[in-house]
Nanobody, 114 residues
Framework: QVQLVESGGALVQPGGSLRLSCAAS????????MGWYRQAPGKQRELVAR???????DYADSVKGRFTISRDNAKNTVYLQMNSLKPEDTAVYYC????????WGQGTQVTVSS
């Protein structure tokens, strides 16, 4: 059974930083591309960053230059370093496998507000 457990969300001021983590189990982690998604109130869930098994990465234009996705295959964990946070980054953040979506985890809340 696949489990995706996100953590690291918090309330942070604009301009601040956070590092999210997602621990995966039940999959061959190193073989899978991993992605970070977010869903803001009243909006559709969107993919904001993706890292392939090769380590190459893609970002949504809205986060490019501010967010960095990385992975540690030894720990079956994917990270999202978020810098220069803006109020519009406020959302619940989730991880998943973009090429074949699994059941969603509970997500982690990120709130950017002064």
């Amino acid at each position: 059974q696949v489990q995706l457990v996100e953590s690291g969300g918090a309330l942070v001021q604009p301009g601040g930083s956070l590092r999210l983590s997602c621990a995966a189990s039940g999959i061959i982690f190193s073989d899978n591309a991993m992605g970070w998604y977010r869903q803001a109130p009243g909006k559709q869930r969107e993919l904001v960053a993706r890292i392939r098994s090769s380590g190459s990465t893609d970002y949504a234009d809205s986060v490019k230059g501010r967010f960095t996705i990385s992975r540690d295959n030894a720990k079956n964990t994917v990270y999202l370093q978020m810098n220069s946070l803006k109020p519009e980054d406020t959302a619940v953040y989730y991880c998943n496998t973009p090429l074949s979506l699994r059941s969603w985890g509970q997500g982690t809340q990120v709130t950017v507000s002064s």
